[in-house]
């Protein structure tokens, strides 16, 4: 070497450092035996996943979905008269709290029936009077559950003219029932929807009182049923979706029951 030449540093080669597997230090032997022992996945493919137990399926559970028809009506007596000595007939039933809720008479529509000849018979049955059906006042409808069905329920309403009979409770669906002046009708009606029928119910007096008969709306068409339907007899709640409902699920109005 030359003076004018300088001495290069000589580059020290690294140890390549591995990563250990954790736990206790194994010796070679016990290592390849531990190897071998080992099951190899087959060809190329990834030791196989533990499978994830199935989510129930979505449709598993689901309640079948039923709709029922009913009708009745707000009967009343003294339509000629002042309205301070109009009343009206109402049905009481005890709800599960020992309350007496008052509603209006209603009932399945039956195989072979209009809505008003379904309204005229459930008052009959139920009050033991008869009317005469003069204009629709409205439809509710409503859902619940019951013996394992998700029941839609729709109930139509007529108002009523007083044409004979006397009050009876023997119904066995009926606790009591009443004549009740139809000015206390938004105080003693249980449901707010029935006490929206009898805001309707008291402008169609009105019109009858002022104008007579041909005042008032034509009855909208109602054909005959034509099938049978389901007759749910659930436990009644009382409370403000009616009387005959397991669970609430309703859509507009409360409810009222059968």
């Excluded at 070679?28 to 137990?53: F, H, I, T």
């Excluded at 449709?59 to 008269?81: F, K, M, P, Y």
């Excluded at 998700?150 to 669906?173: A, I, Q």
């Excluded at 009644?236 to 309703?250: F, T, V, W």
Aim: with cysteine; hydrophobic share 30%.
């Amino acid at each position: 070497m030359s003076d004018g030449e300088q001495a290069k540093p000589r580059r020290r080669r690294g140890r390549r450092r591995g990563r250990r597997a954790a736990g206790p230090p194994q010796n070679a032997p016990e290592a390849a035996a531990a190897a071998e022992a080992a099951p190899a996945p087959p060809g190329d493919q990834a030791p196989a996943k533990p499978r994830r137990p199935r989510p129930h399926q979505k449709n598993q559970g689901r309640l079948r979905t039923v709709h029922e028809t009913s009708a009745g009506g707000l009967v009343i007596d003294g339509l000629d008269g002042p309205f301070e000595e109009q009343v009206a007939a109402l049905i009481g039933r005890i709800d599960r709290r020992g309350r007496m809720l008052w509603s209006l008479p209603k009932g399945h529509i039956e195989q072979g029936e209009t809505a008003e000849q379904t309204a005229i018979r459930e008052v009959a049955e139920e009050t033991g009077i008869e009317g005469k059906v003069l204009a629709a006042l409205g439809s509710i409808d409503y859902w619940f559950v019951t013996e394992g069905r998700r029941v839609h329920k729709t109930v139509h309403h007529y108002l009523m003219r007083f044409s004979g009979g006397e009050l009876s409770d023997e119904d066995v669906e009926v606790t009591e029932v009443a004549w009740v002046p139809v000015r206390e009708l938004p105080s003693r009606l249980a449901y707010a929807d029935e006490r929206k029928l009898a805001e309707v119910a008291g402008e169609l007096i009105q019109k009858l009182q002022t104008d007579g008969p041909s005042a008032l709306p034509p009855l909208p068409r109602s054909a005959p049923r034509r099938r049978p339907q389901t007759h749910s007899r659930a436990r009644r709640r009382g409370q403000s979706r009616g009387p005959d409902e397991s669970a609430p699920g309703r859509a507009g109005g409360c409810g009222q029951g059968p």
